[in-house]
């Protein structure tokens, strides 16, 4: 069974930092690409940043370029998204999802975590 465990979510300030992972279970996870989408209250999902099974070719949502890392650890099965300069408009669930995506991916199809909660508040 394809199981995807977010973790690192919390309260932050305005200008901070946070590290989001995602632990793989259940597949192959090296032989995946993977990617981050995210969702506000009252809004639908919105496509983060993705990641090939291995080299530079990364991707990123306009709003988070320059702000946001992804990265992954295939020793240790799992996804990473480090977040810094954070905005209240980066206010989410974030979820981590099986694939090498892009913005027009139909994720209703494709395997996603329960999610992490991200709070940018002063």
């Known amino acids: 069974e394809v199981q995807l465990v977010e973790s690192g979510g919390s309260l932050v300030q305005p200008g901070g930092s946070l590290r989001l992972s995602c632990a793989a279970s259940?597949?192959?996870?090296?032989?995946?690409?993977m990617t981050w989408v995210r969702q506000a209250p009252g809004k639908g999902l919105e496509w983060v940043a993705t990641?090939?099974?291995?080299?530079?070719?990364?991707d990123y949502g306009a709003s988070v370029k320059g702000r946001f890392t992804i990265s992954r650890d295939n020793a240790k099965n799992t996804l990473y998204l480090q977040l810094n300069s954070l905005k209240t408009e980066d206010t989410a669930r974030y979820y981590c999802?099986?694939?090498?995506?892009?913005?027009?991916?139909?994720?209703?199809?494709?395997?996603r975590g329960q999610g992490t909660q991200v709070t940018v508040s002063s």
């Open positions: 259940g597949f192959n996870f090296a032989i995946y690409g």
């Open positions: 999802v099986r694939g090498y995506t892009s913005p027009y991916t139909n994720f209703d199809d494709l395997p």
């Open positions: 990641i090939p099974t291995s080299g530079p070719r990364t």
